[in-house]
């Protein structure tokens, strides 16, 4: 808790009385997103007191506070992976962090593999439930009473309330059948999954596969804060539709989806 509040404290320092309401976390080839922000206050990872810091390319590392669809924003401009030897508390730590800045609810977007054959590349998944397949979770070891119960219930980690927003936001959109809604599976990485394994995830009724995105969840969920989290299906992984996979193909298809994305998110925003 200590290092949680020399963290805030100094954030807070920077952007004086900005009063943020909602957390957005940007994840691999989605960092464009920021030019549509009207950005007030950058805060470099490496300057805020125990943060760490992004090593991972396309993750520029910075904590950006200002308004998006006329709301109050902190952004984080990359996230934390388990697979870049970060322990699960310091994956979530910036969570816990906007949270005491005052964020009310939390949006999290990642690239990820679309085990579901109906999906597509640049489809946005919806996520609704996920499957923790990491090696632990930020909850182990004694439990922070300041910030939420030893027990946190998981029945609905994702809210409904926020799908359903989204889900009308792309129908008025026009790519509503580009938006999908289904389950998230977190593996640790970083390498990508064989096909026998790929096969596993989807008997056990994943439809997308990555490596972050559950740790952060959990600590929302713990938290108390509401989450809507996106996935944009950068590459295929059911049956005959695996082929090798290049973090440039990632990125790629990644930027064609990001306008969508941006689109959905910005319209959310502005309905809640």
Known sequence: MQDLHEATAHIRQRIGDFQPEFGIILGTGLGALVQD?????TVPYADIPHFPVSTVESHSGNLLAGTLAGRRVLVMQGRFHYYE?????????????MKLLGIQKLFVSNASGGLNPDYDYSDLMLIDDHIN???TNPLVGPNLDALGPRFPDMLEPYDHALLALAEAAAQELGFADKVRRGV???????????PAEYRYLRTIGADAVGMSTVPEVIAAVHLGLPVLAISVITDLCSPGKI?????ADILRVAAAAEPRLTALLKAVLAKV
């Open 37 to 41: 922000i009207a950005v007030e206050f």
């Open 133 to 135: 397949l990491q090696p």
């Open 85 to 97: 030897g970060y322990t699960m508390p310091q994956v979530v730590f910036p969570v816990r962090v």
């Open 184 to 194: 998230y599976a977190s593996l640790p990485g970083p390498m990508l999954e064989t």
């Open 243 to 247: 082929k090798r996979v290049a973090i």
